[in-house]
C-alpha cells in the first residue's frame, strides 16, 4: 500500500512540473507578442554566440562569433572583431523597438507581396544564434516616408517598421568591423619577447635570434646571450608592439605571399604570455610612391592568412634590439655600504678612505710625497659616487673578450684603476684605450665579462687622480665663539692700506662698525669677514706655500693683496689674540684669482664670491659719468685736416 502511494505521488509531481513548463512557454510567448520586437529577439540576441549577415546590401556574407571572451570574424576572414562596432550592433538589437507592425496575412488582403516591402530578396538577412537555436531576420527596402526600414520578424508572420540606425549598425563597413589591434595579449601578461632576424644574404642563411625574459628581478637575454636587459627599454618596446595598429588590411584574393615576402619573413615578432604566445611575421616594404612619408611592411599573424600592413619605424628600431634592450648601467653596488674608493694609475695612488664618524678622508701615496691624508669634500665624494654608480655604456666593445682583446684594448696598463671596497667585498672598474686611440674609452668591470665603451671625455673629468681635488673645500672655520676684532686689506706693491677697521668696545657688531663706509663697501667687506670666519676655496692649485703663483718655469704671478685680521679666541681667563692672513694675486679672469695661505701651506683659487668682493675693494677703473648721474662733459671738437695741395703746388703756412 504504501509503495503505491508513492509512485501516486511521483506521478502527481511529473504531472505538476510538466504544467508549470507548459504555463512558463505561454508566458514567454504572451510576454513576446505583448512586449513587441525587443522581447521577441532580447534574450537571443544577449545569449547569442554567432551571428551571420549576407544579402544584397553586403559585398560578401560575414560570420561572427563569440568564444567566450571576445568576437571573432571568422568569414570572409579570420580576424578579432571591433569591440565598438559589436557591441553598438549588439545594443541596437537587444533594445530594438518598431514604429509599427503588420501581419503578412494583413498585407495579403490588399493584394501586396513581401516584393513590395523589400522582403523577397532582402538587402540583409541576419541568423543570430546560441548552440542549436537560432532566429532568422531579414531586412526590406526603406520607407517611403522617414527614415526607416522594412523588418521581417523571427516568425515570418508580420513586418516592422524599424529605425534606421539598427541597419546601420549592422551594415557596417568591413574595415570598421575589423579590429586594427594586432598583439591582444595583455601588457601585464607578457613575460617574454622573442626576435627572429632573417640575416642579410651576404651573412649568410643563418637567422639572428634574440630573447628577453622576465625574472623576479627585471629582465634578462636569454639569446644571443646572458645578459641583463634595460627593463624600461624592454617596457617600452613591449608597450610599443601592443600599441601598433594595423595601417591597411589586404584582400585575400590579391595577396602574393612572394611578393609581400611572406613566405620566408624577414622578422619574426613573437609575445610570449600565460601558456599562450603570438607571433607577428614581418615580410617586405611596401612599394610607396615619393608623395607617401609613412613607410610600412606587409605583415600577418602566424596561422591567420589575413595580411595587413603595418608602420615599419618600430619594426626597423627592433634589428637593433641586442644592444637597444641591453642594461647600459654596469656598475651596481650599495653606496651606503662603501668603506674605501682607490684611484690609481701606474705609481700614483689615491685612497678615499670612509671614516668612523661618517666622514671621508683622502690620502695621496707617491714616491716623491709619501702618504698624506687630508679631510675629504663631502659634496666631492657623494658626486664621484654618484657618478661611479650612474656610468653608462654609450656601446658594446666586446662580449667575450680573450687575453689578445685586453691587450690590444689598453687593459695591461689602464688609464684608471677604481677598487671599491664594500666590507668583505672588493668590486674593481678599470678605464683603458690604446696608446693609438684618441677618442673612444672602454671600461671593464670584474664583476662582468663584458667590455664597454663609455664617454671618454666625460668619464675620465669625473674621475681625476688629482688628490687635491678631493680634499675639503672648506680651508678653515674658526670656533662659534672666536671674534674677529680688526680687518685689513692692503696692496703689498705700493703698500697701501686700501681699508682697516677695528671692532671697539662699543661696537658689537660689524655692522654698526662699518656704518660709515659706503654701502658697496660695506657689503664686500662683510663678505670677506665672513670669508674670514669660514674660508672657502674653489679649487687647490699646489699643496705647499711660495712666495709667487707659478705659472709654469718661466712665468710667476706676485702677491698682489694681503687680507689680514686679528682673531680673538677665548681662553680660561684672557681672550688669545691670534692672526689670520692670506694673500691673493692679481685676477686672471671675471672668474679666476689665486690665493695663498702660508698658514695651512697651500695654494688655491678663491670662489667667485670672494673674488667679487676683492674686486670691489681694489678695483681703480673709474666709472662713466653717468653712472652716478654726473653731466657728461661736452666733446671737444676736432681741428679738421687741411686737403693735401695739388703736387708742386705751394702749401701757404699759418702765420705765427
Request: without cysteine.
Given at each position: 500500500m504504501r509503495f503505491k502511494f508513492t509512485l501516486f505521488l511521483l506521478a502527481l509531481n511529473v504531472i505538476t512540473f510538466g504544467l508549470i513548463l507548459s504555463l512558463n512557454k505561454k508566458t514567454e510567448q504572451a510576454n513576446s507578442q505583448s512586449g513587441g520586437l525587443s522581447a521577441m529577439i532580447g534574450?537571443?540576441?544577449?545569449?547569442?554566440?554567432?551571428?551571420?549577415?549576407?544579402?544584397k546590401g553586403l559585398d560578401t556574407p560575414r560570420i561572427l562569433e563569440y568564444d567566450g571572451s571576445s568576437w571573432k570574424i571568422t568569414a570572409p576572414m579570420q580576424w578579432s572583431a571591433n569591440y565598438f562596432a559589436?557591441?553598438?550592433m549588439l545594443n541596437q538589437l537587444q533594445f530594438l523597438e518598431e514604429e509599427a507592425s503588420f501581419s503578412i496575412a494583413e498585407i495579403k488582403q490588399t493584394g501586396q507581396t513581401l516584393a513590395d516591402y523589400g522582403l523577397d530578396e532582402p538587402q540583409l538577412h541576419l541568423t543570430i544564434s546560441h548552440k542549436d537555436e537560432s532566429i532568422e531576420l531579414s531586412v526590406g527596402t526603406a520607407t517611403e516616408i522617414g527614415n526607416n526600414f522594412y523588418l521581417l520578424g523571427p516568425s515570418k508572420k508580420d513586418i516592422f517598421v524599424v529605425n534606421s540606425q539598427v541597419i546601420e549598425s549592422l551594415l557596417v563597413d568591413l574595415g570598421d568591423l575589423r579590429n586594427r589591434e594586432i598583439f591582444n595579449i595583455p601588457v601585464f601578461e607578457i613575460d617574454a619577447l622573442s626576435l627572429q632576424i632573417r640575416a642579410p644574404e651576404a651573412v649568410g642563411n643563418t637567422d639572428f635570434r634574440v630573447r628577453v625574459a622576465r625574472t623576479n628581478n627585471g629582465w634578462i637575454f636569454e639569446a644571443p646571450l646572458t645578459a641583463e636587459a634595460d627593463a624600461t627599454q624592454v617596457a617600452n618596446t613591449i608597450n610599443t608592439l601592443t600599441a601598433a595598429k594595423v595601417i591597411e588590411f589586404k584582400e585575400q584574393e590579391a595577396s602574393d605571399p612572394i611578393l609581400q615576402g611572406l613566405e620566408n619573413p624577414t622578422m619574426r615578432v613573437t609575445l610570449h604570455g600565460n601558456k599562450r604566445q603570438q607571433t607577428l611575421l614581418i615580410g617586405n616594404k611596401v612599394p610607396t610612391t615619393k608623395d607617401?612619408?609613412?613607410?610600412?611592411?606587409?605583415?600577418?599573424i602566424e596561422d591567420n592568412p589575413t595580411v595587413f600592413t603595418v608602420a615599419a619605424a618600430p619594426f626597423d628600431k627592433l634589428r637593433e634590439a641586442e644592444e637597444g634592450l641591453r642594461e647600459r648601467s654596469f656598475m651596481s653596488f650599495a653606496p651606503a655600504a662603501l668603506t674605501s674608493i682607490d684611484l690609481s694609475e701606474g705609481d700614483l695612488q689615491i685612497r678615499l678612505q670612509k671614516l668612523e664618524t661618517g666622514s671621508w678622508q683622502v690620502i695621496e701615496s707617491n714616491a716623491e710625497t709619501g702618504i698624506q691624508p687630508r679631510h675629504a669634500d663631502p659634496e666631492i665624494i657623494a658626486k664621484l659616487i654618484?657618478?661611479?654608480?650612474?656610468?653608462?655604456?654609450?656601446?658594446f666593445a666586446v662580449d667575450s673578450p680573450t687575453p689578445t682583446d685586453l691587450d690590444r684594448l689598453g687593459f695591461n696598463t689602464p688609464r684608471r684603476s677604481i677598487k671599491l671596497s664594500l666590507g668583505d667585498e672588493q668590486s674593481t672598474l678599470q678605464l683603458a684605450h690604446p696608446e693609438s686611440e684618441n677618442e673612444k674609452l672602454y671600461a671593464r668591470s670584474d664583476k662582468a665579462e663584458y667590455i664597454y665603451t663609455v664617454d671618454r671625455r666625460s668619464t675620465l673629468q669625473t674621475i681625476p687622480l688629482n688628490a687635491a681635488y678631493y680634499r675639503k673645500r672648506t680651508l678653515e672655520t674658526l670656533p662659534e665663539a672666536a671674534k674677529i676684532k680688526?680687518?685689513?686689506l692692503e696692496n703689498l706693491s705700493t703698500g697701501e692700506?686700501?681699508?682697516?677697521?677695528t671692532l671697539k668696545d662699543e661696537d658689537l657688531i660689524w655692522l654698526k662698525a662699518l656704518s660709515d663706509t659706503p654701502e658697496v663697501q660695506q657689503q664686500a667687506i662683510l663678505t670677506l669677514l665672513d670669508a674670514i670666519r669660514q674660508f672657502k676655496v674653489k679649487t687647490y692649485l699646489i699643496d705647499g706655500y711660495q712666495d709667487a703663483y707659478s705659472l709654469d718655469s718661466e712665468t710667476t704671478r706676485p702677491w698682489l693683496y694681503r687680507l689680514s685680521a686679528e682673531i680673538l679666541l677665548p681662553g680660561d681667563e684672557t681672550d688669545r689674540s691670534d692672526t689670520r692672513s692670506y694673500v691673493f694675486a692679481k685676477r686672471f679672469s671675471g672668474t679666476v684669482q689665486v690665493g695663498a695661505s702660508s698658514l695651512h701651506n697651500v695654494i688655491f683659487e678663491i670662489p667667485q664670491i670672494t673674488l667679487d668682493a676683492l674686486y670691489t675693494l681694489t678695483d681703480d677703473m673709474q666709472p662713466p659719468p653717468e653712472a652716478s648721474n654726473q653731466p657728461i662733459p661736452e666733446e671737444q671738437s676736432i681741428t679738421p685736416v687741411p686737403e693735401p695741395a695739388p703736387t708742386g703746388a705751394v702749401v701757404p703756412t699759418a702765420a705765427p
Open positions: 534574450r537571443e540576441v544577449i545569449e547569442a554566440d554567432r551571428i551571420e549577415l549576407n544579402g559589436i557591441n553598438r607617401e612619408k609613412t613607410s610600412t611592411y606587409f605583415a600577418r654618484d657618478d661611479l654608480k650612474n656610468l653608462r655604456a654609450s656601446s680688526s680687518i685689513q692700506i686700501i681699508f682697516s677697521h
